[in-house]
């Protein structure tokens, strides 16, 4: 029975590839048999509208009314609010109604894990799940971190935040400290790397040079690309618009990262139990 490695891709500074990552990895993930939930975490949608739901504020059911529930203490039906989409991943969507759920979790009892509460209740029916953050460490992004085993961080490597990296990394010790003692960062991944220029190969060492000894630097970088700028635009994935392009195969080879990295996770758990 599978027991999916929850994963939550943060940055609060926005546009540095966080819901590109989460749909191509996704979808590269699904491309190798693996079962895929991804959950849209940003009122603004724009993980459900890169999936070809152009309109989210007529879908029934969102993460909003699903967070409710787990407030409310309903019961939630299994596949309640799930769609499917045609290139094999599952999608949980977000639409603006959640940014009124983020004020109304302000007051409401264990606020910290509600997702969480959710996401333990899926975990048996998927390999991987994956929650696309909104740019900002306000209590929706900490029920993503409280919920995780593990963050992606994207990074755009035109230019390197070290203020914004640190004040990521205090709210990450603090959720340790408080909430998830077992939260990891699985690593930093380089987007939008434009390999003409020294620029981002500058860049790229530096944040190796500078984090690489505390936190993993993901091996796999991935190339900046028009067609991956306007695939996002037109409802596609990376994969459906320019599959033998660089930008789909640096997610396959991600893909190919993170499965080993769950692998060894699950290894070590495994032998903590015996
Ligand atoms: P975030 O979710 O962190 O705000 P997005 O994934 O939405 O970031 O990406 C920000 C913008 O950059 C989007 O317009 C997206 O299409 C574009 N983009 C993402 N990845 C690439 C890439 N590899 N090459 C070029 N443009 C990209
Ligand atoms: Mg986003």
């Known amino acids: 029975m599978a027991r999916a490695t929850v994963t939550a891709c943060v ?15 996704g979808i590269a993930l699904a491309a190798e048999g693996k079962r895929v939930l991804l959950i849209d975490l940003d009122p603004q949608g724009s993980l459900t509208i890169s999936l070809g739901y152009p309109q989210p504020d007529e879908l029934p ?14 019961t939630i039906g299994e596949n309640e ?10 999608l949980l969507p ?8 983020e004020s109304s979790l302000v007051n409401a009892i264990s606020r910290e894990t509600v997702l969480k509460g959710y996401i333990d209740s ?22 993503a971190l409280a919920a995780a085993d593990s963050l992606l961080v994207p990074v755009q490597a035109q230019y390197l935040s070290a203020k914004g990296l640190e004040l990521l990394l205090g709210t990450v010790h603090k959720v ?46 991935i190339p900046r690309s028009v067609r991956a700028a306007e695939t996002s635009k037109e409802g596609r994935s990376i994969f459906s618009c320019d599959p033998k392009g660089k930008v789909a195969e640096a997610y396959r080879d991600l893909a190919k990262e993170v499965n080993e990295i ?12 015996r």
Do not use: W
């Not at 020294?198 to 500078?210: G, Q």
């Open 11 to 25: 940055n609060q500074k926005g546009g540095t590839g966080k819901t590109t990552t989460c749909e191509n990895l």
């Open 176 to 221: 340790k400290r408080q909430l998830n003692p077992r939260l990891k960062i699985d690593g930093i991944l380089l987007t939008m790397v434009d390999a003409r220029t020294n620029d981002a190969k500058e860049i790229s060492s530096l944040i190796r040079e500078t984090y690489g000894s505390k936190i993993k630097v993901f091996k796999t970088e």
């Open 61 to 74: 059911i969102t993460v909003t009314e699903i967070m409710r529930k787990v407030m409310d203490d309903e």
């Open 122 to 143: 899926r975990r048996k029916d998927y390999d991987h799940i994956l929650i696309d953050c909104s740019p900002s460490l306000g209590m929706l992004t900490v029920n």
């Open 262 to 273: 769950a692998e060894q996770r699950r290894k070590r758990k495994l032998e903590e139990f």
């Open 94 to 101: 977000a639409s603006i109604t959640l940014s009124g759920l």
């Open 81 to 90: 609010g799930i769609l499917r989409h045609e290139e094999g991943v599952d």
